[in-house]
């Protein structure tokens, strides 16, 4: 470097400026990329841990299904409400059948 360029109060012109700008540009936007980063690898790991924890209630939920299923026992259909509806058949056991197929269906 010649005397001149040591003397240079950053003046934004010459050689040493645009170098010193571009670096100091390419370090900022370093930073910012590292911090965006950072963020995004903790809303990743929070949205991994919410979905593990949502899997593991669905896995609960599913038990709970399968218990409840093995649990609802309605008898046979004996529907009569071609003569007289409703039915007590389906009065008394209606429910109980379509809460049994719905589960069924979930837990299959």
Not at 1 to 12: A, Y
Not at 22 to 40: G, R
Not at 83 to 97: G, K
Not at 100 to 105: D, G, I, L, P, T
Request: charged letters at 30%; one cysteine or more; hydrophobic letters at 35%.
């Amino acid at each position: 470097m010649n005397e001149d360029q040591n003397d240079c109060m950053n003046c934004g012109y010459c050689h040493d400026c645009i170098i010193a700008t571009m670096e100091a540009f390419h370090e900022a936007e370093a930073n910012v990329w590292i911090e965006e980063n950072k963020s995004l690898k903790a809303e990743r790991a929070e949205l991994l841990a919410k979905i593990e924890m949502l899997m593991n209630e669905a896995s609960i939920l599913r038990d709970l299904i399968k218990e409840m299923n093995d649990e609802i026992n309605p008898p046979e259909r004996n529907c009569s409400c071609h003569i007289s509806q409703p039915c007590s058949d389906c009065v008394d056991h209606e429910h109980a059948r379509e809460l049994k197929a719905r589960a069924e269906s979930h837990i299959s």
